[in-house]
């Protein structure tokens, strides 16, 4: 067991669970130096072939009843009403495209005008009728016809950013949730280490060793510490039932499975900037744009081209209204078929609409346009802003790393009992002070970390491959989580 896992980070030894395993997702947890491996019991360190302080924790497992992020994102598009409000635009957008192709097939109808009459026959009483129209030529139609099914792919696309917007939320909150619980254990220990120094101070300051100042540094110290991890346990609590809300599931049963959670991408600024005008809100605009488009150039046509229609009707009259007195060659049986065209020549409202369509197709073209630029500028403001945020995070990586090595210095001098050369003695004081220093540190890696992420995500989500990423999940979350609702 201790060669398999050697190698493991000094965080993997002291944070709980859930954070040890981040090494598997987007977040990993900060390496360690290969002298520290878990022994063959899983619950003491070693350096040298020398064992350390016990450790409070088990080696890393996944937690029971752990819910994966496809099974989180899966129900959060099941379960979100905006998904359902973007699917029926999309149904309502197919309905229309339907509606103007369906003007050339034939329609029929049945119907009956039966009714009682004295004197010369006013009207034509039926016993029924059968009638049928249909539309046989139009310059407009299929301009609109063409315009409904821009409309309907503007509406397939919104419904796609709607559904990564729901995905992004889902995702940041689980990410942030997984990463929130393993800082709420890591100042957890921090605390366990600071009660201990707060003892040992304490017990100095008895002895006339240490002054009444120190002791209430250190108070202070665990109490900053207290407060900081209640602030998370709210937090996390917070994250939980949002996640709650979005998915239907019960807060306390949503416990995150770090190993679920995708690699996030590479993503280079040529490649961002390039696929930034595919993004399906931008696309979705553009597609908004080129169906008023159309539907304006209907419009127009509307007012110089001829439409030709076919109408049919057959009409069985009544043999007790008296035609056969008043009409010499009466007959009871009675069709019409034939064609209507009609020429426009002068209609004022007609050049109205033509006038309104055209204004409505130029600003949606605009807005289309506005819509693009302004996701370019987002794009490029969210790139440099991850520039910054990763070298915040090599900053962090890199001062977790100076307080392990520090902790790990301290703790094999105090094992053994002899200090470095020219250097004081080792109090169990520095001791507890560099695992508080050590958590603490950890703690403000994982914020640089999700600051990352989070900013990658926003990326992925706006050249619009989130969905393939969390799809990537679902072999993984099969394993992990086997009552995961497939799509």
């Known amino acids: 067991m201790g060669d398999a896992l050697a190698g493991i980070v000094l965080a993997a030894s002291l944070v709980a669970a859930g954070g040890a395993q981040d090494r598997q997702t987007s977040l990993p947890n900060a390496p360690v130096p290969a002298v520290l491996a878990w022994n063959a019991s899983g619950d003491t360190l070693q350096t040298g072939g020398q064992p350390l302080a016990p450790s409070k924790v088990q080696p890393p497992a996944p937690a029971p009843g752990a819910i994966s992020l496809y099974t989180i994102v899966d129900l959060a598009l099941r379960n979100s009403k905006a998904v359902q409000v973007a699917e029926a635009e999309r149904q309502h957008a197919h309905g229309s495209m339907l509606e103007m192709r369906d003007a050339y097939i034939p329609n029929f109808s049945l119907g009956s005008g039966l009714g009682y009459s004295y004197g010369f026959p006013l009207g034509n009483p039926t016993l029924f009728n059968v009638n049928s129209t249909s539309l046989l030529f139009s310059f407009s139609q299929r301009d609109y016809i063409r315009s409904t099914e821009a409309a ?12 990564q917007q729901v995905i992004l939320d889902a995702s940041l909150n689980y990410i942030e949730l997984d990463k929130t619980l393993a800082q709420v254990a890591a100042l957890n220990q921090a605390i366990s280490a600071s009660d201990e120094m707060v003892q040992v101070v304490q017990d100095r300051l008895q002895a006339g060793l240490e002054s009444k100042a120190s002791f209430t540094q250190a108070k202070l110290t665990r109490a900053k510490i207290r407060l900081r991890e209640m602030q998370m346990e709210d937090h996390a609590e917070e994250l939980r039932q949002h996640l709650a809300n979005l998915t239907g599931l019960p807060a306390d049963a949503i416990t995150p499975e770090p190993a679920s959670i995708p690699e996030l991408p590479d ?32 419009d127009k046509n509307q007012n110089y081209r001829p439409t030709v229609g076919m109408a049919f009707q057959y009409a069985r009259f009544a043999p007790f209204n008296g035609y056969s007195l008043y009409y010499n060659h009466f007959t009871y049986n009675n069709i019409g078929v034939g064609i209507q065209a009609v ?48 070298a915040e995070q090599d900053v962090a990586q890199l001062q977790q790393e100076v307080a392990q090595d520090t902790l790990i210095s301290i703790q094999t001098q105090l094992d053994q009992g002899s200090p470095a050369a020219g250097a004081p003695p080792v109090t169990p004081q520095q001791a507890d002070e560099s695992r508080v220093e050590e958590r603490s540190s950890y703690v403000d890696l994982r914020d640089a970390q999700f600051n990352v992420t989070r900013v990658e995500l926003n990326l992925l989500n706006a050249i619009g491959g989130l969905e393939d990423w969390a799809k990537q999940g679902a072999k993984s979350s099969r394993s992990l989580s086997p009552q995961v609702i497939q799509p």
């Open 343 to 390: 020429w426009p020549l002068f209609d004022p409202i007609r050049r109205d609409k033509a006038m309104e369509s055209k204004a409505e197709a130029v600003r949606a073209q605009r807005q289309a346009e506005l819509t693009r630029i302004q996701t370019d500028e987002g794009n490029y403001s969210m790139w440099h802003n991850l520039r910054e945020l990763k």
């Open 152 to 163: 309907v792919k503007a509406a397939t696309l919104s419904l796609k950013n709607v559904r």
């Open 267 to 298: 993503l280079d600024f040529h490649t961002l900037m390039q696929h930034s005008g595919h993004a399906p809100l931008v696309e979705a605009a553009f597609q908004t744009a080129q169906s008023k488009q159309l539907s304006a150039i209907g």
